[in-house]
DNA sequence: TTGTATGCGTTATCAT
DNA sequence: ATGATAACGCATACAA
């Protein structure tokens, strides 16, 4: 007989809807409905079985649990990379941290994914069909965006924007952070020699950056300074290379807007491997906000990006649609903040 | 007839192993023995199927699979913190880094959870019996690991060690690294009034690193300069707080060997704003080489950690115990590195 | 070499 | 108010 489990087994084996049911001599529908709160039991019933269940440490395996509704209670967290850093990213880290402390709030877990094209994405390195829901946090093809539409999970992106109906997407606001970034510069430090220092400007948060840059320069009237110098990737050793090309010309700024904190922190150090003084001769501006801005020497000037916000928030929206498989898709915004340190 | 699919529903479904027996006249059986290389099938019905299979781009539920098999190819990545930072940490996310590398090359997958108590860890922040294994990287509390040897659940340790036979435990060397830091000061830097920054000496890593600074006053035969300065957390601005505290004794020590880089950071920042240099006047070591230390001005000489190894030897080792559940546990130390930089 | 039947632990449907 | 039974999609022991 099948449900007697073997006691020869020293080892304990968790606890199921069956055990209960046998030892309360009632059926495993009756447990079940008298543990997920239905009112079709008794309530002295339901009293008896929950005290036992608590008795025996009843835990119900999410599996199962999984396979008979078909929701599996975790939300996948998306990186389109081949290497790392994944979560140890700037960035992406914070984000994740806020998806983990909101998904725990509502019960749901957190299952990570890195991928660097469509294939990976939806073959093994995948959990197909058990997740509810993804978020996405780096810059992925539209296509494969698109790829989740079709399959029908729900689906959050972050800092990217694509025409879609059914995703959400959530942005920081970009064009007002580095607005605040340059009028700081402008208006209250009088810079009109400022150069930029970005990285692809096909992403959308660092065109949108850039086009505030340009803007700035037209509303307060004056010329741009130079082109903007665009570094192969956004680490601290690039945001070298590009400072020491820009104290090579001629003509020096007397600001530096950089679209990253990494990169701005290594201008920084080349201005001062120079001799120059951080803001004296040269002011330096970031983005973002990462923990390193706040220890450097001259402690740098940024724009704080509340990326625990963007996190929390995407999987907020990701469990509604989730549970709402008619909700549109919609555009999130979130506010981020102008830190004025020393380097400014 | 429940096995043929309600055509009239107008999302295509994923495809299952009996769609594809349906439409090759052939058993379920078959078809899912083909597709995993059992020798039990014919070769040309193999070559069919799979060929099939492949064109009908058929996918394995995993969680079917993981309800038969028992196996989910999950592991738990556990840390045990009520609030972030979670893998926003300086050091968890590294670590998880090389085990999200690790587990995607293994076929493995990796989930998220937090919890500050043994409750919450085998409850419902905890996906019970869906992972195969777990790997915790903060500092458990020794009852949590013993819970997991008594479900039988497989385990890896990461910087901390108790006794226990089946668990592996991995870790830093430290005793090593904080030994190279303290001969680094005293034998090629001639420093002999070093004083100590921690925080938990009841934390492993940090009773050891104590222990090696203390030992290496020994082996050199000089006194030790003073008691440790203990932190309440490891964060930048107590690292300010414990040095401000140091500064204003009488007698100054001119050396700092903090236990975390984050510390040293902080004490750093304290030393310039008092007006003096580093490391002409106080030297500055830390331990972890966080990615803020080499931006930071002077960069910080201190002991490079592999996280990454970390991640991915805790992985390895956690998927040979799944295959072997009769491998006893072990210690694996990772080996560190000591980095002289300009703090020093 | 292939098919049949059963189990995995739930939830959900349909009886009673 | 409760029980019996069928899904969920796969793997596998047992038959043929």
Redesign the interface.
């Known amino acids: 007989m099948s449900l007697l489990r073997d006691f020869h087994e020293e ?1 304990e084996m ?1 606890v199921r809807l069956i055990d209960i049911a046998h030892l309360m001599g009632v059926s495993k529908s009756t447990v079940s409905r008298a543990l997920q709160g239905s009112p079709r039991v008794k309530e002295e019933t339901r009293r008896l079985i929950m005290e036992k269940a608590r008795e025996m440490n009843y ?6 649990k ?2 008979a509704t078909k929701k ?1 209670g ?1 939300i996948g967290f998306l990186m389109y990379r081949k ?6 990213h ?1 960035f992406f ?2 984000v ?3 998806a ?2 909101q998904a ?1 709030e509502q ?1 749901y ?6 991928a660097d094209d469509i294939e990976n994405t ?4 995948f ?4 997740i509810d829901g993804a978020m996405i946090v780096s810059f992925y093809p539209n296509e494969v965006i698109k790829e989740f539409e079709k399959r ?1 999970i729900p689906l959050v992106v972050i800092n990217n924007v694509v025409d879609s109906k059914k995703n959400t997407f959530i942005i920081d606001d970009n064009y007002r952070g580095a607005s605040s970034i340059m009028e700081h510069l402008i208006k209250e430090r009088g810079h009109t020699k400022i150069v930029h220092i970005n990285e692809d400007l096909n992403h959308p948060s660092f065109s949108i950056r850039y086009r505030a840059y340009l803007d700035m320069h037209k509303r307060y009237n004056i010329p741009v300074f130079s082109e903007p110098y665009r570094a192969k990737h956004t680490t ?1 050793q690039e945001g070298i290379s590009m400072m020491q090309r820009i104290l090579h010309q001629r003509d020096l700024p007397t600001a530096v807007f950089a679209a990253t904190d ?1 990169l701005a ?2 201008a ?2 080349a201005i ?1 491997q120079e001799g120059l003084n951080v803001p004296k001769d040269i002011a330096v501006a970031g983005y973002d906000d990462i ?2 801005a ?4 001259p402690a740098l000037t940024t724009i704080a990006v509340d990326r ?1 916000e963007i996190g929390r928030a995407a999987v907020q929206s990701l469990i509604q649609q989730i549970a709402d498989s008619e909700k549109t898709g919609r555009i999130i915004t979130i506010n981020n903040q102008l830190i004025i340190r020393e380097s400014t």
């Open positions: 080892m968790p835990r119900p395996n999410s599996l199962a999984a396979m599996s975790i290497s790392p850093p994944y979560v140890a700037t880290g914070p994740l941290d806020g983990i402390a725990a019960g877990h957190i299952i990570l994914a890195a939806f073959d093994e390195y959990i197909q069909d058990s029908k601290f990494t922190l290594g920084m150090h001062q923990e390193a706040a220890m450097s020497n625990g």
